[in-house]
């Protein structure tokens, strides 16, 4: 199936604790995003690669690193999880010639820091 | 800076009625708007656009929307709901091209779709 995927669907992990969130669009597109949806379903934008290069970088802490192999991988570090991460985040990609505006999102990570 | 502002965080219909949910935007520049359907836990499914072609947006599942710059609005409607339309939506306003941050989606609050048999 041709989609925008992400690894894993639901992550729940301690506090201080590393890790990471994979994802994967075989859609042929440059560009790829990472969003957080916060507790009252506000989506944010984080960050935003094109052709493996950072284009945005929004005020988001440094313990989030994003890591792009390739233009159809995006994935998403976090070191030292605090509370305060648990969200859902979603990753998402848009097409070449399209300006970046039409993106199609993947299923979404849960994240839970306990 | 571009924002949209959601006017109901909850909107409740019955089935076969119709469906509106409003948006305000406030942009700098002529704007690309979205609406975007996330149903419970599931991702979001891009419902319809708009990008300075005709105002009258059609999207999927019957929805569409309707660009008013005097109004600075664009607000989401469907003749008729069903029950499968019960969702959150999200209406977005998309950054111009030319600048740094082109590709940023900014999304509404988010409006809470409940459908009644």
């Known amino acids: 199936d041709t989609a925008v995927s992400q690894t894993p669907k639901y992550l729940v992990t301690q506090m201080g604790n590393d890790k990471s969130i994979k994802c994967e669009q075989n859609?042929?597109?440059?560009?790829m995003y990472w969003y957080k949806q916060d507790s009252k379903k506000f989506l944010k934008i984080m960050f935003s690669?094109?052709?493996?290069?950072?284009?945005i970088n929004e005020t988001v802490p440094n313990r989030f690193s994003p890591k792009s192999p390739d233009k159809a991988h995006l994935n998403l570090h976090i070191n030292s999880l605090e509370l305060g991460d648990s969200a859902v985040y979603f990753c998402a990609s848009s097409p070449p010639g399209q300006g970046g505006d039409t993106q199609y999102f993947g299923p979404g990570t849960r994240l839970t820091v306990l | 800076a571009q924002s949209v502002t959601q006017l109901d965080s909850h909107v409740s219909v019955s089935e076969g009625t119709p469906v509106l949910l409003r948006c305000n935007y406030s942009?700098?520049?002529?704007?690309?708007l979205f609406w975007y359907v996330q149903h419970p836990n599931k991702g979001l499914q891009l419902l319809l656009k708009y990008t300075s072609a005709a105002t009258l947006v059609k999207g999927i599942n019957g929805f569409e929307a309707e660009f008013k710059k005097s109004e600075t609005s664009f607000h989401l409607t469907k003749p008729s709901a069903h029950m499968s339309d019960a969702a959150e939506y999200f209406c977005v306003v998309s950054d111009p091209p030319g600048g740094t941050s082109y590709g940023k989606l900014t999304f509404g609050q988010g409006t809470i779709l409940t459908v009644h048999p």
């Open positions: 859609l042929g597109h440059d560009t």
């Open positions: 690669y094109n052709n493996k290069e950072l284009i």
């Open positions: 942009s700098s520049y002529s704007p690309s």
